[in-house]
């Protein structure tokens, strides 16, 4: 919430900071929970929902975000007060997670996260492919803005709509991730690497804002689908 009240450029971009540092803590916890929490099938299914949940939520943000910008960017960071009523709901229902680590017990039915494991080749392998597409998300949400300034397709307003279109991709991708991933398991990489490369080529070809809204739509829907999959394929490895 700092920079609603902050005039300097370098004190903002430092709250930013803070605001990553947070989010770097936090955005582990959820894939880590259902893993330690649930056994395979039902994890693999939930990974998909938390992933549909978070870009419903995306789509609230951004609405919020862009249409008060209008009005003035400082009103843009009231958003955040949303969270506050969720921390006590988290801090009251959310039990730890009890990991068993008995060895001579069957694994049926229990959760991912049961057993002891170390990080081998694959875990890395998960860690670049997780680097390269953050990388790449990141490159589309900061530039989307400009493209639609520079081009002249609409204000800040526009820039959240073709925002809240991607996260609405994003649901239906996450969805769809909770629904295949249990018969098709690592082909979803596949499917949604296809999809969110078509997206980037909608944008790219793209020459209105109608194109802008479609490529987002298209790549949030392969988002959707990759983002959960890799922590959990990250987890179980």
């Not at 709509?161 to 769809?176: D, R």
């Not at 804002?209 to 922590?231: Q, R, T």
Request: hydrophobic share 50%; glycine share 12%; charged share 10%.
């Amino acid at each position: 919430l700092l920079p609603l009240f902050l005039s300097s450029l370098g004190l903002i971009i430092a709250a930013r900071a803070m605001m990553g540092m947070g989010l770097g803590i936090l955005n582990p916890i959820t894939p880590s929970i259902t893993m330690l929490e649930l056994p395979k099938e039902q994890a693999q299914r939930q990974m998909g929902i938390n992933g549909a949940t978070s870009n419903t939520a995306a789509v609230i943000y951004q609405l919020i975000g862009g249409f008060a910008c209008v009005i003035s960017w400082r009103y843009s960071f009231l958003a955040y007060l949303l969270v506050i009523p969720v921390l006590p709901v988290v801090m009251i229902y959310l039990r730890e997670p009890k990991i068993t680590q008995e060895r001579d017990k069957s694994t049926q039915g229990q959760s991912i996260g049961a057993s002891i494991r170390t990080f081998g080749r694959p875990f890395w392998g998960w860690f670049v492919l997780h680097f390269f597409f953050i990388s790449l998300f990141y490159a589309y949400i900061t530039n989307i803005s400009s493209i639609i300034a520079n081009n002249h397709y609409g204000t800040a307003s526009a820039s959240a709509l073709v925002l809240a279109v991607f996260s609405i991709g994003g649901v239906v991708g996450g969805h769809t991730m909770s629904r295949l991933i249990t018969k098709i398991e690592k082909g979803v990489f596949i499917l949604a690497g296809v999809i969110c490369f078509t997206g980037k080529i909608i944008l790219v070809a793209g020459g209105n804002i109608a194109m802008m809204y479609l490529g987002s739509l298209v790549y949030g829907l392969g988002y959707g689908m990759m983002l959960p999959a890799i922590p959990l394929f990250a987890g179980m490895s």
